[in-house]
């Protein structure tokens, strides 16, 4: 493991590069995005396991945190989704640029907020593999900012108060010109879909929307009896067994 840094937008978003060892030739890689007020860890050190286990079997994994997230440069409350993206393609560049990764056989993985992030990141790269665990699409599916139930608090109070995290107006406001299935229409590879049978962030309109975005390169993974994080010792490592197969089997 070795740190990675990059540059964008005039912040540092910091993370760290876990390797295979040892690694004579350069190895396929996948990229971790993080939920929305999460960091490079993610729930139950989740990424970090993946990381762990995919290095071990000769891949490569970089786990980072957003702006204004963990140990990354920026303002938590100016996280908006377009942004991310852009953090995203960043991240991207820098990591096909690095001398032990292969740039042809670069996967993406996001959590919640970072799914869909990633899901609109992907379109266009030529990515081998995309991996969405619980997408929150419905995070911009109003079509105008006061169709969210939080624009009011947003707009009163300078931020919506998220379980003690500031959204921003500028968040809403962002989400109005994305389309969350329209808009990750353009990656040609195949997409592993986990999510928790109960997940009230990830409902049917959800996975029907990116089941048809996907058609036959999309594979579905229900876990039952939980919701949007699998709180479950049981549900999380079916969550990185089927995780670590699905990368290993596509990159």
């Known amino acids: 493991m070795e740190p990675l840094n990059v540059e964008h937008a005039g912040r540092t978003l910091r993370g760290v590069l876990h390797l295979p060892h040892p690694n004579p030739s350069p190895a396929p890689a996948v990229v971790l995005c993080h939920g929305f007020g999460g960091n490079r860890y993610e729930f139950g050190y989740s990424f970090l396991r993946l990381a762990e286990r995919l290095s071990g079997a000769g891949a490569a994994a970089y786990r980072f945190d957003f702006a204004g997230c963990g140990e990354s440069d920026g303002d938590f409350a100016a996280i908006t989704v377009s942004d991310q993206v852009s953090q995203v393609r960043a991240v991207l560049a820098e990591l096909a640029r690095h001398q032990a990764v292969d740039p042809q056989r670069i996967s993406l993985l996001g959590m919640s907020l970072g799914g869909i992030t990633a899901a609109l990141a992907a379109p266009g790269l030529g990515l081998r593999s995309l991996v969405l665990w ?77 089941r048809e975005v996907y058609a ?4 579905e993974h229900r876990v039952p009896g939980v919701g949007h994080t699998f709180e479950t010792v049981p549900a999380r490592a079916e969550l990185l067994d089927r995780t670590a197969e699905f990368l290993l089997r596509t990159m």
Do not use: Q
């Open 134 to 210: 619980a997408p929150a699409a419905t995070a911009v599916e109003a079509n105008e900012p006061a169709e969210s139930p939080f624009w009011r608090e947003a707009v009163e109070r300078g931020y919506w108060d998220f379980g003690g995290m500031p959204v921003s107006p500028a968040f809403f406001e962002d989400g109005k010109g994305i389309d969350p299935w329209k808009d990750a229409t353009g990656h040609n590879g195949p997409v592993l879909f986990a999510s928790g049978a109960g997940d009230e962030v990830v409902p049917e309109r959800v996975v029907d929307g990116y």
């Open 216 to 219: 036959d390169r999309f594979e």
